[in-house]
């Protein structure tokens, strides 16, 4: 008989196809081999509730919250009188707590994974059994909220600032009740380390993602069910959720600073923006030329399939930046930033570029566009050896098994 295991994670685990999904997906089908799984989560996309069968079958129970997200734009700024992060009202349910503690109780459940911290507050209440709790940060979030103040002014700079200071206060005040704390890359784990008192420090671990490179593979038969002409296309392409800021804002940069001139220069090539849920901003990017913004697609392979290389301009960024992996996996050259690379370690540089020059990366785009599509074989070797899901999963069931950390 399987130990029984409770997973939180803040949107539905399936499909794998945007950042935090493509982790927590991934973790629900590594943890179903160990554990009977009893999973609660919110549904902020009304596409995704077709998924819903799918995670049942992964799980021992599975519970389900529709988060309506003017709703908890509102809730959320009920933090700016109570002195907490806005995130934690914005992710707040009743009927989720309910369910939480109900499920503990009922069944006796000892051990809990939690995916973001916003989802930990439904384990920090005094009504609950003293419990082995690991949370996955994945990224410092409250960095970025830094990170966002600073390119805005005015009230939203304030807003941003406020929520950067609350929320770092929440996530050590996290690492401290917690048994163990994981975040995605080396590098975060020191950064958050350097952040506590010397006695935390060794609570808290890192906890990789890893790459499908049987999924994401060039030698895969994928179909475009879109009526695009990619193979007769000369293009490069942006893959992401399109309604993240930080997306959002590196296609904004490359598209003002480089691309303009890429086109100037090499008229009948395009840019694709390939994502869900574009914002308005990025659905302007289309009136200049070349740039065109898909929207939701049904697989990105496709475009990453027949595109020249794959570009993450990223301004703003912490942890693993997947499109690159992917991009990577699919044997396409890759166009980065210092802070989109951040967390990947000791990759191969023979097809991928890291700049923070317009100049530099403009040239670039303008070379791979101008000559033959290149295969970057040695990108999708080194991943294929360095980051199965099974290998950076690994380290998560001694954590979960780890009970000595409770003192």
Known sequence: MKEKLLYLCHRIPFPANKGDKIATCNILKYLNKHYDIYLGCFIDDPFDFQYKNDVRLLCKDAFFVELNTTKSKIKGLSAIFSGTPITLPYYHSHKMNHWVQKTIIENNIKTAFVFSSCMAQYLLGDKLPEMHNVIHFADIDSDKWRQYAEKRKGLMRWIYTREHKTLEQYEKHVADKFSISCFVSEAETATFQNMLAKEQQQKIRTLCNGIDCDFFSPETDIKLSEQYSLKEQNYIVFTGAMDYWANADAVSWFAEHVWTKVNKKLPDSLFYIVGSSPSKQVLNLQEIPGIIVTGRVEDIRPYLSHAKAAVAPMQIARGIQNKILEAM?????????????????????????????????????????????????????????????????APLLSYLKDRDSLC
Do not use: C, F
Request: no cysteine; proline share 2%.
């Open 329 to 393: 996996a699919m044997e396409k050259i890759v166009i980065t930033t210092r802070r989109g690379i951040e967390g990947i370690e000791n990759y191969p540089k023979d097809h991928l570029h890291v700049s923070e020059s317009s100049d530099e990366i403009t040239n670039w785009v303008i070379d791979l566009l101008t000559n033959n599509k290149q295969s970057a074989s040695k990108s999708r070797d080194w991943l294929k050896q360095t980051y199965s899901w099974e290998a950076k999963l």
